[in-house]
């Protein structure tokens, strides 16, 4: 089946710095993948939508300027957490969307999640 | 707005055994897709079963069944001969649309399966 390589699956930082998250399709292209971020003990919550060649879509309440997302080719999208502070600290989960071909529908594939954690 | 509640925080069964999780949502849309989706320990997001809107039939995956009821915004799941390797955070979750991608999660159900 389709994978969806996250990196790193775990980091820490010190306040101040900034962190680059990776999450990569392997074997499919995604023009579109997705950025969630989930709190010990508590759900995902979806941050933004990340579009091949073109600007993030961000959900209401997420900061752009805080949550850089890069998407610059079919295969890769980045997030990049600026100025990181203690409470930016959560576990951030990628998904891709395998694009639909003939005869295949649309699935969706989690990466294996970062845990960022900013001292 | 998408809203997703899943009323049961955790939930234990005995091993061979059938629990059926809770989730109910509120929407507008009249075409969207429903998930669960697993996540043990390490955090994987797990697909478990899936199911469209406009499909009236439940969706089954070998011992995992769904019963929607799309009139009354239900979607529960039912896990039949309860496995050890089941336990772990169970998400509904809500796409709008026809289009993958934007997912809207429950609180989650933490189910436990004992010996």
């Known amino acids: 089946g389709a994978v969806v390589s996250q990196h790193p699956s775990r980091v820490i930082c010190k306040s101040g710095t900034s962190v680059k998250i990776e999450c990569r399709s392997l074997?499919?292209?995604?023009?579109?993948m997705f950025w969630y971020r989930q709190f010990p003990k508590q759900s995902l919550m979806l941050m933004a939508t990340s579009n091949e060649g073109s600007k993030a879509t961000y959900e209401q309440g997420v900061e752009k300027d805080k949550f850089l997302i890069n998407h610059a080719s079919l295969t890769l999208s980045t997030l990049t957490v600026t100025s990181a502070h203690p409470e930016d600290s959560s576990f951030y989960i990628c998904?891709?969307?395998?694009?639909?071909?003939?005869?295949?529908?649309?699935?969706?594939?989690f990466g294996s999640g970062t845990q960022l954690s900013v001292l | 707005a998408q809203t997703v509640t899943q009323s049961q925080p955790e939930m234990s069964v005995q091993e061979a055994e059938t629990v059926t999780l809770s989730c109910t949502y509120d929407?507008?849309?009249?075409?969207?897709?429903l998930f669960w989706y697993k996540q043990p320990p390490s955090r994987q997001m797990i697909l478990v079963i899936r199911?469209?809107?406009?499909?009236?039939q439940n969706a089954t995956e070998n011992r995992f069944s769904v019963n929607f009821q799309k009139a009354a915004k239900s979607f529960s799941l039912k896990i039949s001969d309860s496995q050890l390797g089941d336990t772990a955070m169970y998400f509904c979750a809500f796409n709008r649309g026809s289009t993958l991608g934007r997912l809207y999660f429950g609180r989650g159900t933490q189910l436990t399966v004992w010996p």
């Open positions: 929407t507008s849309e009249s075409n969207y897709y």
């Open positions: 199911q469209e809107a406009y499909k009236q």
């Open positions: 074997d499919f292209q995604a023009t579109t």
């Open positions: 998904s891709a969307r395998q694009n639909e071909r003939q005869g295949v529908n649309e699935k969706l594939f």
